[in-house]
């Protein structure tokens, strides 16, 4: 785990305005200050309490499989966001929410960034390319998580990421996620690595760097403590409980999907027409749900048959635990697959 401070850069830039750690801190300093005035009997306590109340609104932005549902998955301790190994897991933006005791934390998790060319060629919703736009007019702080695993990539931030930061307002921090640090032997490769990122080719407005390994969790805890200093003071736009602003039928879908990309290989999970058949809320607060797997041919839905005869009961078994972390309930999956009807 490693986190590094770009101080120096901050001092040569022409900006006198503080840092989101720096302003929280000052902004608690004159808190303290306020509360050593006497109390008065009269003092309305409920707008005191509402003051103490923070939010942060956190847009994680990069490429397909950069690992960002991983990482907001391990920023808020629940698997609400669908991730899996393969690319275009993620089709629409969702958020996903962590409460404190006085602070909330809302993560904007968005599709992966892609070009006209790539929508047209997989036949992508629009929503790859509209998603990332909006989240980035309606956050606080923008973090691009970029994976220097890939050894094309890693000393580059891509065009359209570019476009889409140079969008950004001005007073918009944004933050360099740097993930799979620890698939880099040599540690002192990573300086490298920003000085390109951070150049003149790259993007050299990025307030913090961290290094990180979304899915081992290092580095995840400082980074989680980064943002809940840089909380504003307002009020929340979720309720205390809430993980997600996800329905929960949008969530076992998309769970589904993401168990179904894990185990299949090739083209065929995105081959998949996956329908929600069947959803209902007992008595005692679980629920049962019946999920159709339409398969595009009888050819392609007997090699579906033999590849997951063994797996889809541990399958159903995994999209099941997790879906009852979520919704904090007992949920019933049935999974059933049938080749295409003809009409």
Same mark, same amino acid.
């Given at each position: 785990?490693f986190l590094f401070?770009r101080?120096?850069?901050r $001092?040569? !830039?022409s900006?006198r305005?503080?840092t989101? $750690?720096?302003a929280a801190r000052?902004y608690?300093?004159e808190?303290?200050?306020?509360?050593?005035?006497?109390?008065?009997?009269d =003092?309305?306590?409920?707008?005191v309490r509402?003051?103490e109340?923070?939010?942060?609104r956190?847009?994680i932005l990069?490429?397909?499989n950069?690992?960002k549902?991983?990482?907001?998955?391990?920023?808020?301790?629940?698997?609400?966001c669908a991730?899996?190994?393969?690319?275009?897991?993620?089709r629409?933006a969702c958020r996903?929410v962590l409460?404190t =005791?006085? !602070?909330?934390?809302v993560?904007? =998790?968005?599709?992966?960034v892609?070009t006209?060319q790539?929508?047209?060629?997989?036949?992508?919703?629009?929503?790859f390319q509209? =998603?990332?736009?909006?989240?980035l007019k309606q $956050?606080?702080?923008?973090?691009v998580l970029?994976? $220097?695993?890939?050894?094309?990539?890693?000393? /580059?931030?891509?065009?359209e990421?570019?476009n889409?930061?140079?969008t950004?307002?001005s007073? !918009?921090?944004t933050?360099?996620?740097?993930?799979?640090?620890?698939q880099?032997k040599n540690?002192?490769?990573?300086?490298?690595?920003?000085?390109?990122?951070t150049g003149?080719?790259g993007?050299?407005?990025?307030?913090?760097?961290f290094?990180?390994?979304?899915?081992?969790?290092?580095?995840v805890?400082d980074l989680?403590?980064?943002?809940?200093?840089?909380?504003k003071?307002?009020?929340w736009d979720? /309720?205390?409980?809430t993980?997600?602003d996800?329905?929960?039928?949008?969530m076992?879908i998309r769970i589904?999907?993401a168990?179904l990309?894990?185990v299949?290989?090739?083209e065929?999970?995105?081959?998949l027409?996956i329908?929600?058949?069947?959803?209902?809320?007992?008595?005692?607060g679980?629920?049962?749900t019946?999920v159709l797997?339409?398969?595009?041919?009888e050819r392609?839905?007997?090699?579906?048959?033999?590849k997951?005869k063994?797996k889809?009961?541990y399958m159903?078994e995994?999209?099941?635990q !997790?879906?009852?972390k979520?919704?904090?309930?007992t949920?019933?999956?049935r999974?059933?697959?049938?080749p295409k009807?003809?009409?």
């Open positions: 785990m401070r101080c120096s850069i $001092v040569i !830039t900006s305005r503080s989101p $750690v720096q000052l608690s300093a808190r303290l200050e306020k509360y050593d005035a006497p109390v008065s009997a =003092d309305d306590f409920s707008n509402r003051e109340f923070k939010s942060l956190i847009a990069g490429l397909p950069a690992g549902s991983t990482l907001i998955n391990q920023l808020i301790h629940h698997q609400v991730s899996s190994m393969r690319k275009h897991t993620t629409m996903a409460h =005791d006085t !602070t909330e934390l993560f904007v =998790d968005t599709p992966g892609v006209t790539e929508v047209k060629r997989h036949n992508l919703e629009s929503s509209s =998603d990332p736009e909006v989240a $956050v606080d702080v923008v973090g970029h994976d $220097v695993s890939r050894s094309r990539l890693r000393q /580059e931030i891509l065009p990421v570019l889409l930061l140079k950004l307002d007073d !918009t921090p933050l360099l996620l740097m993930n799979k640090v620890d880099i540690k002192r490769r990573l300086l490298e690595f920003v000085n390109h990122l003149e080719n993007w050299q407005n990025f307030a913090d760097i290094m990180l390994s979304a899915l081992n969790g290092d580095g805890s989680r403590e980064y943002l809940l200093v840089s909380a003071p307002r009020d979720y /309720e205390k409980d993980l997600t996800q329905k929960p039928e949008e076992i589904v999907r168990s990309l894990d299949l290989p090739a065929i999970p995105y081959n027409n329908q929600m058949e069947y959803y209902n809320v007992c008595e005692d679980s629920i049962n019946f797997i339409e398969c595009p041919s392609l839905y007997k090699l579906i048959l033999r997951l063994s889809l009961r159903a995994k999209v099941e !997790t879906l009852s979520n919704l904090q309930q949920v019933r999956v999974l059933v697959f049938q009807r003809v009409t």
